[in-house]
């Protein structure tokens, strides 16, 4: 019996990370509760009842929800975008779109109304997700390697890839939930912090994922992710998950403030 539950969680533990939704829910949820935390209520409020029933945090995972729905494989690939050394190129992606101009198109058709109920709330998820999205520095590709997907590793001995290991694992591994997660990387939060994290233009969101790559790919030749990557790594993703939230709340108010 002991062995059956060891290998049923290894199992679970293994179909966790190996999902490619950025962030993961737990990631997502967290990012859009400290989002919630620096919004002024009266605009929290206009968002909550445009995407009611559910809460801002737990909206962020809709738009990997209806991924099985054929009726948004328009949407596909707006989760990402290309870019080789911090610049927007179209040329570079994909016909149907991606998420850096999805987030611009969306942003200002919520900003100029008109919508239906349906479409504002559908338009709105998808824009807190994708901002959230491109946080994750793996959502900036190169290109070359389907955003990590095609980087096998093994963590702790878990057969996953690169790209989930960001998205989830490492995240997962810390063993918290998303509000205690949230609740101490709020706490870091200063209006000095805020203040450069708003002031960045999308092209500077980029040019900062970019950036990251030499430590986001600089892995053991063995490909064995253990204790010493997380050390490293799991520091950036927290400061990732933190500009996210900001961003997102900075956006938001400009909507709906």
Avoid: C
Wanted: overall charge negative; proline content about 2%.
């Amino acid at each position: 019996m002991k062995k059956f539950k060891f290998l049923a969680s290894a199992f679970l533990f293994t179909m966790i990370v190996t999902q490619s939704f950025a962030w993961g829910q737990l990631g997502h949820y967290l990012i859009g509760l400290m989002a919630e935390r620096q919004m002024k209520k009266s605009t929290l409020k206009k968002v909550e009842k445009v995407i009611q029933p559910m809460s801002l945090a737990r909206s962020g995972t809709w738009m990997d929800e209806i991924r099985s729905d054929r009726a948004y494989d328009y949407a596909t690939t707006w989760h990402y975008l290309t870019s080789k050394e911090g610049e927007y190129d179209p040329a570079h992606q994909e016909e149907t779109g991606d998420a850096y101009e999805a987030i611009i198109r969306i942003k200002n058709e919520l900003k100029a109304g008109g919508l239906s109920a349906v479409e504002e709330a559908e338009k709105l998820k998808m824009l807190i997700h994708m901002v959230e999205d491109i946080h994750q520095p793996l959502h900036v590709g190169t290109g070359e390697d389907r955003g990590g997907n095609d980087v096998k590793i093994e963590f702790f001995g878990n057969p996953t890839n690169l790209h989930a290991l960001w998205d989830s694992g490492m995240i997962e591994r810390q063993g918290m939930s998303y509000s205690e997660i949230a609740d101490e990387l709020y706490r870091r939060i200063t209006p000095e912090l805020q203040a450069g994290y708003r002031n960045a233009s999308m092209q500077d969101w980029l040019k900062e994922a970019v950036s990251l790559r030499a430590v986001v790919y600089d892995l053991p030749e063995n490909k064995r992710i253990s204790y010493q990557y997380i050390y490293n790594n799991y520091k950036v993703a927290e400061e990732r998950m933190i500009a996210a939230s900001v961003r997102l709340a900075q956006i938001l108010e400009e909507i709906y403030g």
